[in-house]
Nanobody, 125 residues
Framework: QVQLVESGGGLVQAGGSLRLSCAAS????????MGWFSQAPGKEREFVAAISWIGSSTYYADSVKGRFTISRDSAKNTLYLRMNSLKPEDTALYYCAAGPSSRSASVAPNEYHYWGQGTQVTVSS
């Protein structure tokens, strides 16, 4: 069974940093596009960042560009999201997701096939 498990969330003050991790089992996710999405209560799931398998191209939402960095460690089968300069509006449940293998990762949630259950990030002001 494919499983993605997020960790690393928590409560931080504005301006602080976190590193989220997504550990995969049941598949080799380094052969797939991978993404991070966020969802606040009552809101739609939103794109945060993605990395393609072919070429390892990275993509970021405008709201996080310059603050967040997506990366992966193929040997550990783990995806990361380094979050710097956190803002209260970053508060959400953060999900990792696995999609197809391509040169250009999608920003659309429905393009991803497997999802974790999320890790909570709360940023206080």
């Amino acid at each position: 069974q494919v499983q993605l498990v997020e960790s690393g969330g928590g409560l931080v003050q504005a301006g602080g940093s976190l590193r989220l991790s997504c550990a995969a089992s049941g598949l080799t996710f380094s052969s797939r596009n991978m993404g991070w999405f966020s969802q606040a209560p009552g809101k739609e799931r939103e794109f945060v960042a993605a990395i393609s398998w072919i070429g390892s191209s990275t993509y970021y939402a405008d709201s996080v560009k310059g603050r967040f960095t997506i990366s992966r460690d193929s040997a550990k089968n783990t995806l990361y999201l380094r979050m710097n300069s956190l803002k209260p509006e970053d508060t959400a449940l953060y999900y990792c997701a696995a999609g197809p293998s391509s040169r250009s990762a999608s920003v659309a949630p429905n393009e991803y096939h497997y999802w974790g259950q999320g890790t909570q990030v709360t940023v206080s002001s």
